[in-house]
């Protein structure tokens, strides 16, 4: 973690004076961190998932590797790819039952020659055994996550950490570099809670009814100890809920209303005591052993043939759906089966600061990591592609160029890009929907229409808007009044500080 100084002093609560409190960190001091032996940490270029198999198949034979795959489609493909090949392979993602998990988990750590091929589930939590090997497909998304998986080896006396990087793609590649530039810097995310949680707020609130029955409606603020979000910025949340019926009032006293029972009452209001969602999936079965669950996309789509399903890192065809139950039912055959989970939303956004070293790699930086000749060329020629969109002394406003748009290559990040789009109502282009590296402008905006409006957008940056449908998934925004819940979900697609770093740099204008 990237700041465990305000990490501590929150986990001192609100008498830290009175408690004691150290960091306990090796090597905290030193300049650059501890980085592993060269070679123990590789990057290679493969090309594709296909290719990524054979690589595997053919190295550390004998020896216990873990793969980490950045979605649960790609774990299944590479999984069955690898079993194809011979290879004694296991699967682990949240979309396996948990006794698919567990067994899996088991075979691997008594085996010897084998392969489990994972998300970041196994990134923390049980311990698979002795390993011998991590292998990662592409890149994590931040520093952290690959801290994790790094530890996961060298915990053998005499054995070392080492992990290789296999990009199926140039934009991986990147991604990787990226990564592990930022790592021998000894730069790692800070942990930061999420910003301005109105809508846990409203479920606090609710669930703190439910728990005592009643509550005085001058004394609830109480039970969080003066903690920001449930202070008196709350007030505005707690009028809402008496106002819409979600909490009913008797005297000064506060219960759970007939609003917050239709919406939430639902198996004793189990709804209201977790705050995450989960998209809705349909449970695979085969007999009565649940293997896990899929996307109903996958059940609707229209195929040509029989409808067949790959979970498990094996091959499934449906027999029968039960709809109103989300069950679906299956028996094995060779071949033909597709993964499909829904989208991950911003999860997969880069960072600012990872975006930045993405640029500083294009511009010459190398992380010094061995690379296989196959990952020189491959990031020669991404260095190439790119020239035109970096520079060492600016940013880069490119009118032409790889498409017919006006380009600005901020390389600040999804969050600080969506917050310069909404700040830059009067250049940028309505119709966009930012990236990673770049914000697209107006076809007609010129070098003097972009002074004025970069100096507006420095002295007030705006928010992005939000989708009126995204509000839909803002567990408990119901709980909110609207102008509320669309400020929370503004406030969590932002990264004001992104966009002000940006805004203060030099811009170069050319044409492709």
Same mark, same amino acid.
């Given at each position: 973690?990237?700041?465990?100084?305000?990490?501590?002093?929150?986990?001192?609560? !609100?008498?830290?004076?009175?408690?004691?409190?150290?960091?306990?960190?090796?090597?905290?001091?030193?300049?650059?961190?501890?980085?592993?032996?060269?070679?123990?940490?590789?990057?290679?270029?493969?090309?594709?998932?296909?290719?990524?198999?054979?690589?595997?198949?053919?190295?550390?034979?004998?020896?216990?590797?873990?793969?980490?795959?950045?979605?649960?489609?790609?774990?299944?493909?590479?999984?069955?790819?690898?079993?194809?090949?011979?290879?004694?392979?296991?699967?682990?993602?949240?979309?396996?039952?948990?006794?698919?998990?567990?067994?899996?988990?088991?075979?691997?750590?008594?085996?010897?020659?084998?392969?489990?091929?994972?998300?970041?589930?196994?990134?923390?939590?049980?311990?698979?055994?002795?390993?011998?090997?991590?292998?990662?497909?592409?890149?994590?998304?931040?520093?952290?996550?690959?801290?994790?998986?790094?530890?996961?080896?060298?915990?053998?006396?005499?054995?070392?950490?080492?992990?290789?990087?296999?990009?199926?793609?140039?934009?991986?590649?990147?991604?990787?570099?990226?990564?592990?530039?930022?790592?021998?810097?000894?730069?790692?995310?800070?942990?930061?809670?999420?910003?301005?949680?109105?809508?846990? !707020?409203?479920?606090?609130?609710?669930?703190?009814?439910?728990?005592?029955?009643?509550?005085?409606?001058?004394?609830?603020?109480?039970?969080?100890?003066?903690?920001?979000?449930?202070?008196?910025?709350?007030?505005?949340?707690?009028?809402?809920?008496?106002?819409?019926?979600?909490?009913?009032?008797?005297?000064?006293?506060?219960?759970?209303?007939?609003?917050?029972?239709?919406?939430?009452?639902?198996?004793?209001?189990?709804?209201?005591?977790?705050?995450?969602?989960?998209?809705?999936?349909?449970?695979?079965?085969?007999?009565?052993?649940?293997?896990?669950?899929?996307?109903?996309?996958?059940?609707?789509?229209?195929?040509?043939?029989?409808?067949?399903?790959?979970?498990?890192?094996?091959?499934?065809?449906?027999?029968?759906?039960?709809?109103?139950?989300?069950?679906?039912?299956?028996?094995?055959?060779?071949?033909?089966?597709?993964?499909?989970?829904?989208?991950?939303?911003?999860?997969?956004?880069?960072?600012?600061?990872?975006?930045?070293?993405?640029?500083?790699?294009?511009?010459?930086?190398?992380?010094?990591?061995?690379?296989?000749?196959?990952?020189?060329?491959?990031?020669?020629?991404?260095?190439?592609?790119?020239?035109?969109?970096?520079?060492?002394?600016?940013?880069?406003?490119?009118?032409?160029?790889?498409?017919?748009?006006?380009?600005?290559?901020?390389?600040?990040?999804?969050?600080?890009?969506?917050?310069?789009?909404?700040?830059?109502?009067?250049?940028?282009?309505?119709?966009?929907?930012?990236?990673?590296?770049?914000?697209?402008?107006?076809?007609?905006?010129?070098?003097?229409?972009?002074?004025?409006?970069?100096?507006?957008?420095?002295?007030?940056?705006?928010?992005?808007?939000?989708?009126?449908?995204?509000?839909?998934?803002?567990?408990?925004?119901?709980?909110?009044?609207?102008?509320?819940?669309?400020?929370?979900?503004?406030?969590?697609?932002?990264?004001?500080?992104?966009?002000?770093?940006?805004?203060?740099?030099?811009?170069?204008?050319?044409?492709?």
């Amino acid at each position: 973690m990237g700041n465990p100084e305000q990490l501590l002093t929150w986990l001192q609560g !609100a008498r830290a004076e009175q408690r004691a409190a150290r960091i306990v960190a090796p090597h905290r001091d030193e300049k650059a961190p501890e980085l592993p032996p060269p070679g123990d940490v590789q990057l290679d270029y493969v090309g594709s998932l296909a290719n990524a198999a054979t690589v595997i198949t053919a190295l550390h034979r004998g020896e216990k590797r873990l793969v980490f795959c950045e979605s649960r489609k790609e774990v299944e493909e590479l999984g069955a790819a690898l079993r194809a090949k011979g290879v004694t392979t296991f699967l682990s993602h949240a979309s396996l039952s948990a006794d698919e998990r567990r067994r899996a988990e088991e075979a691997f750590a008594e085996a010897r020659d084998c392969v489990i091929v994972s998300t970041s589930t196994l990134e923390l939590g049980i311990d698979v055994g002795d390993l011998d090997r991590v292998v990662q497909i592409d890149a994590p998304s931040t520093v952290a996550s690959f801290l994790q998986r790094l530890g996961r080896t060298g915990r053998r006396p005499g054995s070392i950490r080492n992990c290789l990087f296999l990009a199926t793609d140039e934009a991986g590649l990147l991604s990787a570099a990226a990564l592990l530039l930022l790592w021998s810097h000894g730069w790692v995310e800070p942990v930061v809670p999420p910003p301005e949680p109105r809508h846990i !707020a409203a479920q606090q609130m609710l669930a703190l009814c439910l728990q005592e029955h009643r509550v005085g409606d001058r004394l609830w603020q109480e039970w969080w100890g003066g903690l920001g979000p449930f202070g008196p910025s709350a007030e505005p949340i707690m009028r809402h809920l008496v106002d819409q019926g979600f909490l009913d009032r008797d005297g000064e006293l506060l219960f759970i209303g007939p609003e917050a029972e239709q919406r939430f009452g639902y198996r004793h209001f189990m709804d209201l005591t977790a705050v995450f969602t989960a998209a809705p999936e349909f449970t695979v079965l085969s007999g009565r052993s649940e293997i896990g669950t899929t996307d109903p996309a996958l059940l609707t789509d229209e195929v040509v043939g029989p409808r067949r399903l790959l979970l498990a890192g094996r091959n499934w065809q449906v027999t029968y759906v039960d709809w109103s139950r989300r069950r679906c039912f299956v028996e094995p055959v060779e071949s033909g089966g597709r993964a499909r989970w829904g989208g991950v939303g911003l999860a997969r956004a880069s960072s600012y600061g990872l975006t930045r070293a993405a640029r500083d790699v294009l511009l010459g930086s190398t992380p010094p990591v061995a690379l296989t000749r196959r990952a020189e060329g491959a990031l020669a020629r991404v260095r190439d592609e790119n020239a035109e969109v970096v520079r060492h002394d600016s940013t880069v406003i490119v009118r032409g160029g790889r498409d017919t748009n006006v380009r600005w290559w901020t390389w600040a990040g999804h969050r600080a890009n969506a917050t310069l789009a909404a700040s830059l109502s009067t250049v940028a282009d309505p119709l966009q929907r930012p990236t990673d590296t770049s914000v697209r402008l107006r076809e007609d905006v010129t070098p003097q229409d972009w002074k004025r409006a970069a100096a507006d957008a420095v002295d007030g940056l705006c928010l992005p808007s939000v989708d009126p449908r995204a509000l839909a998934g803002l567990k408990f925004g119901a709980a909110l009044p609207p102008r509320l819940a669309e400020a929370t979900l503004a406030a969590r697609t932002a990264d004001l500080e992104g966009a002000a770093a940006s805004l203060r740099e030099a811009v170069t204008f050319t044409v492709s």
